[in-house]
C-alpha cells in the first residue's frame, strides 16, 4: 500500500515498499548523519513503511551530539576489547549522557585504571582513523541472543532477554558488533573531537545486589572550540569541588568509617550555617512564618498514617524500645501536622505557615553519598502552609516573593519549572487543574517566567521547582513548592468555614535552601570558597610584623570582635609574606598589617585577598566600611570599590 513522507525543505514523497531513510531524499544536505521522522531520532540505514513527516538531521543539528556521543560510546568498547581481549570483556551499556557518554564493563581478568585511560583514547584515535564504515544490522531476538551466548556477553543476553520486541538491531565496525537501537554516524572517521575523564564503579542494573562492573565516562563535541571550552569548565570545577575546598577551608568533614554521609561541621562551617538560618529567620518572620520545633524521633503510628512506612520505609532508620518501634524522621511535614491538629483552627486562623529548622535522616546508598549534595543527614529549611483553597494564589506568590529575597544576596539568577498531574494521581481532575491553574496565575502574577513539565508532578499535588545558576554556569534544583492533597486527607484535617462546616485545607510544602547542609556544597563551589564577607568564617586576619606588635594587634583584634566583626590574630613566628599567602589561601577578605607605623599613629594597613593593598588607616574607618559590607550582605569588597 502507497505511503507518504513529507520532507522538511524538500516537499512531499511517495512510495510503494519500504524505502531506506537515506534513499527518501536525493539530495541529502551536506554531512546528513540521521533523520528525526515523526518526531523519532533515527538512522539513516533503517527503513520505514507509513505515512510521516521527515527531517534530516546533519553535524549542525542541535541533535548531533547525541549521535556523535552514541557512536564514541561504541568507539571506545571496541577499544576497550582490543586492549583487553574480547573473550576477557563482557559490555554493559553504552548510553549517551548530557555534555558526553559512557561505557560500563566487567574485565574477567584484570582492571581498568585510571592510568589506562589514555592507553584506551590512544586505541580510540587508531579507529576513527581507519574510517571504518559503521553497519546497521537487524536479526531475531533468538537469533540475536543465540550470537550473544556465542560471543561470551552474558549481559546483553539478559538485556535481549528482557526484551518485548522480535526484532533486534546491531551496529557493526570491523571486527565489533554491538546491540543497540541506534542511531550512529555512517563511519567511525567522523568522530574527531574526544576525550576520557573518569573511570568509577556502578552495579550492572543499578542493583547493588549485582555484580560491579567499571563505567567510563567521556565526553566529546562536534565542535572542537566546544570541547575545549567544556575540558576547561571541568578544570574550573575541580577547582572549586566543594568536597576539596570544604576540609582545606576548615568547613566541614565526613569520618566515613563512623558516620558515612553525615557532614561534621567545624567551628567555621557552623558559622556559615548560623548566618544562613540567621539570614533565613529575618526573612520568615518578615512573611509571617512561626517557627516550630518537632521530635526527631516518633512512633511507627506516625509514619503509617502518613504514608511513609508503605512508601519509603527503605530509605528510613528506626529504633525499637519497649516493645515500640519509632522512626527517626526523613521529613519534618508530619510533625507540622501535629502541631496544626493541636487546636481548632478557624477560617479565620487561616493561612498558617510553621517553618523548621528541621534535621532528617535518610538512608543513602554509599555508592551515591557525594560530600554534601548527596547525605543521610541534613537540616532542611521546611515549611508547611495551611490555607483555603481560595488562598493558594496568594500564598505561592508570597514563596516565590521569598524565593527572590534568598537567592538575590547570593549573586544566584535562576529558572523555574511547574510539575503537572502524572498518571498515578490523587484526587480529582477538577482539583488538580484549580491547583496547577493557582501555580500558574501565581508566577505570572509576579512576572517569573517558567517552563511546563508535563505529568511530572507528585502523585499528592502539583508542583514548582527552582534551579539556580551558578558562577560557572551550572544549575542546581533547590527550591521547591509542592501543593499536598493526600496528606490533609490522611490526617483528616479540617477547618471551620464561615458558616460553621468542616473543610479540608490545603497543604503547601516549601523550602528555600533545599537542604543548609547541600546549598552549603553549592555555594562553596559558586565562591571557590571566597565567601562574601558577610558569610566568611573569618572576616579578618590581624598580623603583626614583630613580636612587640602583638599588644596592639590584639588591641585592634579586640575592637573588631567588639564591633561585631569575626577576627582572628596571627601570632605564629612566621613571615610576614607567609601569614598573607596563608591568609590568602584560607580565602580571608581582609588582613590587617601592623607594625612600628600603625603602633604609633593607631591605625592599621589593609590588604584584600585580591591582593590589593591600603595605605594606614584609623580603625574605626576601616570598621565602617566592613560593617556596611557585612549589614547589607554586599558581594563586593567596599574597600575594594
Not at 577547582?239 to 568509617?257: E, N, T, V
Not at 590587617?592 to 591605625?603: A, L, R, S
Not at 589593609?606 to 556596611?628: L, P
Amino acid at each position: 500500500m502507497p505511503f507518504k513522507v513529507r520532507v522538511k525543505n524538500d516537499g512531499e514523497f511517495v512510495f510503494n515498499e519500504p524505502v531506506r531513510v537515506s534513499e527518501i531524499s536525493k539530495d541529502l544536505p551536506i554531512q546528513t548523519i540521521a533523520a528525526l521522522f515523526n518526531g523519532q531520532l533515527v538512522d539513516l540505514r533503517s527503513t520505514i513503511c507509513e505515512d510521516g513527516e521527515i527531517e534530516f538531521v546533519t553535524l549542525g543539528h542541535e541533535l548531533a551530539p547525541q549521535v556523535y556521543r552514541h557512536t564514541l560510546s561504541h568507539v571506545m568498547a571496541q577499544a576497550v576489547m582490543n586492549i583487553y581481549g574480547k573473550d576477557n570483556v563482557r559490555l554493559g551499556i553504552g548510553p549517551t549522557i548530557e555534555n558526553g557518554f559512557y561505557y560500563d564493563f566487567e574485565i574477567l581478568n584484570g582492571k581498568i585504571t585510571e592510568e589506562d585511560l589514555p592507553r584506551i583514547e590512544q586505541e580510540m584515535k587508531k579507529i576513527v582513523e581507519q574510517d571504518m564504515d559503521i553497519e546497521r544490522i537487524e536479526m531475531s531476538k533468538d537469533e540475536a541472543i543465540t550470537l550473544m551466548e556465542q560471543k561470551g556477553q552474558v549481559y546483553k543476553v539478559e538485556l535481549l532477554k528482557d526484551l518485548a520486541q522480535e526484532k533486534v538491531t546491531f551496529f557493526k565496525q570491523g571486527d565489533f558488533i554491538d546491540l543497540c537501537r541506534g542511531p550512529h554516524l555512517p563511519s567511525t572517521g567522523i568522530v574527531k573531537n574526544f576525550k576520557l575523564l573518569s573511570i568509577s564503579g556502578a552495579y550492572w542494573k543499578g542493583d547493588e545486589k549485582r555484580p560491579m562492573l567499571q563505567r567510563i565516562y567521556g565526553t566529546a563535541f562536534v565542535d572542537k572550540e566546544e570541547l575545549d571550552k567544556y575540558l576547561n569548565f571541568l578544570e574550573e570545577a575541580k577547582k572549586r569541588d566543594h568536597r576539596k575546598l570544604g576540609p582545606a577551608l576548615g568547613i566541614f568533614f565526613i569520618d566515613f568509617d563512623v558516620a558515612a554521609g553525615m557532614p561534621i561541621f567545624m567551628p567555621k562551617g557552623t558559622i556559615i550555617l548560623r548566618e544562613l538560618m540567621n539570614f533565613s529567620r529575618q526573612l520568615h518572620l518578615q512573611f509571617g512564618y512561626e517557627e516550630v520545633m518537632t521530635p526527631l524521633v516518633m512512633s511507627e503510628k506516625l509514619w503509617r498514617m502518613s504514608g511513609h512506612w508503605d512508601h519509603y520505609k527503605e530509605n528510613m532508620y528506626f529504633t525499637s524500645k519497649e516493645e515500640q518501634e519509632f522512626a527517626v524522621k526523613p521529613m519534618n511535614c508530619p510533625g507540622h501536622i501535629l502541631i496544626y491538629k493541636n487546636r481548632t483552627v478557624s477560617y479565620r486562623d487561616l493561612p498558617l505557615r510553621f517553618f523548621e529548622f528541621g534535621r532528617v535522616h535518610r538512608y543513602e546508598r554509599s555508592g551515591v553519598l557525594h560530600g554534601l549534595f548527596r547525605v543521610r543527614s541534613f537540616t532542611q529549611d521546611d515549611a508547611h502552609i495551611f490555607c483555603t483553597t481560595e488562598q493558594i494564589e496568594q500564598e505561592i506568590a508570597g514563596v516565590i516573593e521569598f524565593v527572590h529575597k534568598i537567592y538575590s544576596p547570593f549573586g544566584f539568577e535562576y529558572t523555574a519549572e511547574l510539575s503537572t498531574m502524572p498518571e498515578n494521581h490523587m484526587g480529582d481532575v477538577e482539583t488538580w487543574e484549580k491547583a496547577t491553574q493557582a501555580l500558574k496565575g501565581a508566577m505570572e502574577s509576579v512576572g517569573l517566567k517558567y517552563v511546563v513539565k508535563e505529568g511530572e508532578g507528585a502523585f499528592y499535588g502539583p508542583k514548582i521547582d527552582f534551579h539556580i545558576r551558578d558562577s560557572i554556569g551550572r544549575t542546581w534544583q533547590c527550591a521547591t513548592i509542592q501543593l499536598d492533597f493526600l496528606m490533609p486527607q490522611r490526617f483528616e484535617l479540617v477547618y471551620t468555614d464561615v458558616n460553621g462546616n468542616y473543610r479540608q485545607p490545603v497543604m503547601i510544602h516549601r523550602a528555600i535552601y533545599g537542604s543548609l547542609e547541600r546549598f552549603l556544597g553549592i555555594l562553596i563551589e559558586h565562591y571557590a570558597g571566597a565567601f562574601p564577607t558577610w558569610l566568611a568564617p573569618t572576616q579578618v586576619v590581624v598580623i603583626p610584623i614583630a613580636d612587640r606588635h602583638h599588644p596592639y594587634a590584639q588591641h585592634v583584634k579586640d575592637t573588631l570582635v567588639q564591633n561585631s566583626i569575626r577576627a582572628e590574630i596571627d601570632l605564629r613566628r612566621e613571615t610576614l609574606g607567609y601569614k598573607i599567602r596563608d591568609a590568602q589561601s584560607m580565602k580571608v577578605p581582609y588582613m590587617f598589617i601592623v607594625g612600628d607605623k600603625e603602633q604609633t599613629t593607631q591605625t592599621v594597613s589593609v590588604r584584600t585577598r585580591r591582593g590589593n593593598e591600603f595605605a594606614s588607616r584609623s580603625i574605626q574607618s576601616v570598621i565602617d566600611i566592613i560593617s556596611q559590607e557585612i549589614k547589607t550582605r554586599s558581594l563586593k569588597n567596599l574597600m575594594e570599590e
